[in-house]
């Protein structure tokens, strides 16, 4: 499998099936995705998810530095 790319851009357009994602690396590559309503459901479950353990973890750090 090959290294992870960093991201650079993202955008999202709504289609009739749900939305096209565009994933835009640092070095310019492109990829397109087409994602159902229930893929998009999905992913911002779990980018919900990895957000709060991360406004967690940052809430305990601060909390220890006051």
């Not at 565009?22 to 911002?44: K, P, R, Y």
Request: without cysteine.
């Amino acid at each position: 499998m090959a290294a992870p790319k960093t991201l650079s851009q993202f955008r999202a357009t709504q289609n009739d099936e749900g939305a096209t994602l565009s994933l835009e690396a640092e070095d310019g590559s492109v990829v397109e995705f087409d994602a159902t309503f229930e893929q998009l459901e999905l992913m911002a479950d779990e980018l919900d998810d990895i957000l709060s353990a991360n406004d967690d973890a940052t809430e305990v750090k601060d909390e220890a530095e006051a």
